[in-house]
């Protein structure tokens, strides 16, 4: 019997939605918000009926039976931190997207809405691997300053999501491999898997690893105590810095790797070293990640949106492809990663979690 379900992926200023018969995806929309519309709500969780009705609106459009649905699945929010797999959506781990126990995020909203539209039709919901995932083994928090531990805040559903189609493909095991997965997006994260664990991760969140097109990644500790006490910038000034106008957005003023291509077509040699030092700084990550694994690495994952750069890539494989062989899969597929999530849970061939 086919498997229905519903995927809810919330950002800031948009809702991507997809329907899904087993693996096939039955139709997808992307629905946009206006600074306006959000604007207008206080709190992250106030939008909630505001985005249920856009989504119930358009099933209605395109003649969707809402009760034919079998789940519904939601991108996971800043949650505690948790091991990765697919969680039902319960009171307690409701509640905790509710208040965002570490942090305001569109991304809460993702559960919120699947256990609201999921009761109501008298189906289960699910997240899945969300970015607060936390496999790190005990070695890895050690930061160097007893007053801030190493955390792991990454891009946990596209990196698990590409491991285990590697697997499949590879007809393994994903705890039978040892893979170095690297994302690069908006943020770049970097993880060491073994045995179905990210044992570590360069985070992609609060200042770790490579600089991306719009974080500072990892910088020189001492200069920026130096620039937050300086008087010349506000906290959330420095802070925008590190995260938004960081990366690329400093040195090229774009977040976008296309523009910066073509900077360095046009013979802009700042752009060209700005995209040589993040090849290099992100394969320094992989390296890194490499002697996690003791050197033992069956292969290299590529994925996240820069993965369909070719000069990135080529650059990625000349300095570390000596580790392991790489194998790029370009974008990501966020709600089909959501429906499998859900679907290997009504077939049996993973155990739900509970928060």
């Known amino acids: 019997m086919a498997i229905k379900s519903l995927i809810i992926n919330p950002g800031s200023t948009s809702t991507k939605i997809g329907v899904f018969e087993d693996e096939t995806l039955l139709f997808e929309e992307t629905l946009r918000h206006s600074t306006e519309e959000i604007s207008q709500y206080a709190t992250i969780f106030d939008q909630k009926d505001f985005r249920k009705k856009i989504i119930t609106d358009l099933l209605k459009e395109k003649n969707f039976d809402v009760n034919t649905l079998n789940m519904v699945v939601g ?12 969680y039902a959506v319960t009171d307690d781990l409701l509640e905790d997207l509710k208040v965002g126990v570490q942090g305001q995020h569109a991304s809460n909203l993702g559960g ?29 928090r050690y930061s160097g300053m007893a007053e801030i531990p190493r955390g792991s805040i990454f ?41 179905g664990k990210v044992v570590d991760v360069f985070s992609a969140f609060d200042g770790d690893g490579a600089f991306s097109p719009e974080r500072a990644g990892g910088v020189p500790c001492g200069a920026l105590v130096k620039l937050c006490f300086s008087g010349k910038y506000t906290e959330k000034e420095v802070y925008s810095k590190l995260i938004g106008k960081g990366g690329f957005n400093a040195y090229c003023g774009t977040n976008d790797m296309r523009d910066v291509e073509k900077m360095v077509q046009d013979g802009d040699k700042k752009a060209a070293e700005v995209r040589e030092a993040f090849i290099t700084q992100v394969a320094k990550d992989i390296g890194s990640m490499a002697c996690v694994l003791k050197g033992k690495v069956d292969q290299i994952l590529v994925t996240g949106g820069i993965a369909y750069d070719k000069v990135v890539v080529a650059g990625l494989k000349e300095k570390a492809e000596w580790i392991a062989p790489m194998t790029v899969y370009p974008g990501e597929d966020e709600l089909m990663a959501l429906a499998q999530g859900g679907l290997r849970i009504l077939r049996g061939e993973e155990e739900l979690k509970v928060y």
């Open 112 to 140: 919120i809405l699947a256990r609201e539209i999921a009761d109501s039709i008298g189906v289960p919901s699910y997240i899945v691997d969300p970015v607060v995932v936390d496999e790190l083994a005990p070695a890895a």
């Open 75 to 86: 991108r996971g929010g800043m949650l505690k931190p948790i091991p990765g797999g697919t």
């Open 155 to 195: 891009h946990a559903l596209n990196q698990k999501a590409v491991a285990k189609r590697y697997a499949a493909e590879t007809g393994k095991s994903y705890e039978s491999l040892r893979l170095i997965v690297v994302h690069m997006g908006g943020g770049v994260s970097v993880g060491a898997h073994e045995d």
